[in-house]
């Protein structure tokens, strides 16, 4: 049975890496990373200091949205290996002590999933199509959508089928991109699939599962028009009682698969992306029998400001402690302009994709602020996530050419928004020149890498003290190594403005400088430092860990 109640569960405080599988490393010399690229290089994430994987999703797919369109959900994309590959990660991770997640992607499948496909085949009402959204349009001729559902990549969330007999017919619905349908979760068949996908990927020895877009799953009945207030954005945070977002429902299905989960030994985890409107609707996710664990998108969307960050941090333990679930903590994925380069600009909120878009930044004090924020970020009581090239202190590539641009957010946005490429190139491993060590040379990266990142390597970083590679392993290293860490609650001290300071029970003190002015720090021993530590000051923009006994 699950030891989910049990307060040592492995997730309660796993720092877990995510992998884009597409961007990780290239073992097969085509240019798009895989899993023997990934296996290859197991043993940097052991050396790392992490405790678990995260991989985005490496299943079968078209790849219209990055590998989240999947077309068979009990395989391995060929471009990425095989099932026997993927056993391997597992077999590997395992034997090196990483648990390993995956990523399911529940709301949709590919539109060329065979389900879907059979959809289309089949007739207006047919059972086939009763597994997706499919209805008559509005207007005479149905040429109007269903209703006026919007898609996260823009526009309408609804899309026109030819029918066998060459007509406009029905229309399907999409909230993301079209190629995208959604799955009805009403539909017994639907469910029961899903069940024994579950077991499919349990059985083979995965720790956990990443639900994606967890709120999208359930919709309300006769799917009536939603009112976005005037705003035709996805901004699902500001969103309450809206018909496909966050839906009763949707907690039936959970208790379904947790059911599932604790017939398995070992601990397996849920990890919710459910970005919703208040934390008392998140921690509805999170009951003992729904899901374990749920990212922290608040706290990944804050500002570089120590008011917003102590508010976030504050209403985090709030509402996770109360219902005995452990805090996540998350500074950024695959989805989101990486922290390097958005710390260094004027906007340094993320709370939608184009938050600070088109704004210089300055990489200098990006990379500052970035690493300050990963100590204050490893210090956090909980769990925390970091995202591959994080470590590496990769900024964003926001000059990729626009052919290379694969993101249906730009597609779809007619070029309006450039979306999340720019956090998708390929890492930079050894070397001097592209494709450093991502792929051999003779071979393209998927996206072209910066001649400006020989700097940033794997390589040339393992042997610069001062890099931030060398600053995560250290911390990394500490968060492990300090005994009573896991337990210590965050009790915060007095602190002049626009600092951030506390213990960790009597184990651990951060401070982390979001001030003007260097902060003295009177403390005999530093433990950890982003940025030197000079005649007693912390600088701008740095954070410490103190040991907070020797005062
Ligand atoms: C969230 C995923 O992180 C994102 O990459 C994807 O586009 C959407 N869900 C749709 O699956």
Redesign the pocket.
Known sequence: MSGSDDESAWWRDAVIYQVYPRSFADGTGDGEGDLPGLRARLPYLADLGVDGLWISPWFPSPMA??G?DVSDFRGIHPMFGTLADADAVLREAHALGLRVIIDL?P??TSDRHPWFLAALAAEPGSSLRDRYFFRDGRGPDGEEPPNNWIS?FGGSAWARVTEADGRPGQWYLHL?APE?PDLNWTNTAVLEDFDDVLRFWFDRGVDGLRI??APAMAKKAELPDADYGGVLQFRTVDWDDNPHWDVEQVHDIFRRWRAIADTYDGDRVFVA?AVVSTPERLVKYLRPDEMHTAFNFPYLKSPWDAEALHDVIDATLASFEPVGVPSTWVLT???EIRPVTRYGRPTTSSFFITDGEGEVSDLALGTRRARAAAMLMLALPGGAYIYQGEELGLPNVDDLPEEVLQDPMFLRSGGAIRGRDGARVPLPWSGVAPPFGFCPDEAQPWLPQPESWSALTVEAQSSEQGSMLSLYRAALRLRRSTEGLHAAPLVWRRSPSGVLDFDRGTVLRCLVNLSREPVEVTVAEVLLSSAPVARGHLPVDAAAWLRPLTQ
């Open positions: 949205d990055g989240y992607v709301n949709h996260a993301f995208q994606d877009a992306e994925s695959h989805d």
